[in-house]
Structure formats: C-alpha cells, structure tokens
C-alpha cells in the first residue's frame, strides 16, 4: 500500500514563529487532507488538497502531486496552534473514505 | 454543517465485557461511514468501512467477531467491542463523508471514543 512519511516529528516553537510540516507520499493520490488533532483528540480538517496551493488565514498548504509531496505552512504561530497534524491520503483505485495517514508532526508553541 | 457525533467520549468498562460506541451523522445522509483507531502517540488506523444496509468490510488484521459494526440507517452507525480486554484500550474514531469540495470528496471525524479496559 502507499507510504505516508511526514516529517519533522515533533517541532517546538515560540509563539509568533513560522514552520513548515512536510508530507511525502509513495503513490499517485487522488486525495490528500491535512488535519490538526487537538489535545482532546478531535480531528479538524485544515485542507483538502490534492494539488496546487490553498491558504486558510495563517494557514497554507501546497501539494505538488508530479513530486509526491505536500507542505502545510504555518505563520505566525499561536499557543492554540500546539497539537498533532497528520497527512492522509486516498491512493489511485482505493475508496475514497480509506485514507492513509502519515505519522503526524507533533507541534508544540509556547508564550 | 458537516457534523459527526460520537457518543460516549468516555468510557471505562471491565474486561469480559461489550462496549457500543455510536457514531451519528448530524446534518447529512451517510451510506458509508470509517471507523478508526488510534493508540496513544500513534497514528489512526483504519478498522473497517460501514456500510447502510450490509455487511462491514474490515480491513486486514482486524477481528469482525469482536468489533461488530451495525449501519442501520442513513445516519447512525455503531462499533460493538465484545468480550472487551486492556489490549483494546484505545481511541476510536468514526468518519463520514461531510462535504463535497470542488467536486471529491471531504471526510469529516467525529471527536472520538476513549476506551479503557480495565
């Protein structure tokens, strides 16, 4: 099956930093989301990006589908920013629903 | 809109015994609904797919007879863990296909289920 890889694992911050979380994947997709979990473990789906770029607020994300990867962006970062992000994906022919996740970017900011 | 309800957030039950878990589409239909787990500091892994009117599919690996799933209508689906033991101690997550962005489709997570199995 198709390999999520993300990358760093864990990235520590002040408050008012920028960073950026990579993903990169094994196999063409046809779906591709980007999901911060907070710390009661909710899901919240920041991006829904199979390719090209998307930006929500503080908040980008570019896919480049031909070079198998994705980034989120992240500027000016606040404390409620901290949490896990994950990638996931839908390879080629799989239904739509079965995303694949990566291992998550554990992100803390502090004041 | 787009809301997925899971009910309890919480539970803690003794080993031996059935844990339902309950998975409820607010503001949508859903023929076919995710369930997921996920064990602490670790990524989510996808259970099985549920699907209204018929048969789970689960995924490779995962016991049918101890996770049960039932989908009896368009918006409720339910995970059973039987004969629950600590090693079932996780967080479950159910999904649904909430909203339809450009045309694909965009999966939308409950807030989970914690499970400790005492």
């Known amino acids: 099956g198709i390999q999520v890889e993300q990358s760093p694992p864990d990235l520590i911050l002040q408050e008012g930093a920028n960073s950026t979380l990579r993903c990169n994947f094994s196999?063409?997709?046809?779906?591709l989301q980007w999901f911060h979990q907070n710390p009661w473990g909710q899901l919240i789906n920041l991006f829904y990006i199979p390719s090209g770029t998307k930006q929500n607020g503080r908040l980008s994300a570019t896919t480049v589908a031909t070079e198998r990867y994705s980034l989120l962006y992240i500027s000016s970062s606040q404390t409620t920013d901290s949490g896990v992000y994950f990638c996931?994906?839908?390879?080629?022919?799989?239904?739509?629903?079965?995303?694949?996740f990566g291992q998550g970017t554990i992100l803390t900011v502090h004041p | 809109g787009a809301v997925v309800s899971q009910h309890p957030s919480w539970v803690i039950c003794k080993s031996g015994t059935s844990v339902k878990i309950e998975c409820r589409s607010l503001?949508?239909?859903?023929?076919?609904m995710f369930w997921y787990r996920q064990f602490p500091k670790q990524s989510l892994m996808l259970m099985a797919t549920?699907?209204?009117?018929?048969?789970?599919?689960?995924e490779q690996g995962v016991e049918k007879d101890k996770f049960l799933i039932n989908h009896a209508s368009l918006t409720l689906s339910t995970l059973t863990v039987t004969s629950a033991h600590p090693e079932d101690s996780s967080f479950y997550i159910c999904?649904?296909?909430?909203?339809?962005?450009?045309?694909?489709?965009?999966?939308?997570f409950g807030a989970g289920s914690r499970l400790t199995v005492l």
């Open positions: 996931a994906v839908v390879s080629g022919g799989t239904s739509y629903g079965k995303l694949t």
């Open positions: 196999d063409s997709v046809n779906n």
């Open positions: 503001d949508f239909q859903a023929t076919t």
């Open positions: 549920s699907n209204e009117g018929s048969k789970a599919t689960y």
């Open positions: 999904s649904a296909r909430g909203q339809v962005v450009a045309g694909a489709n965009v999966l939308t």
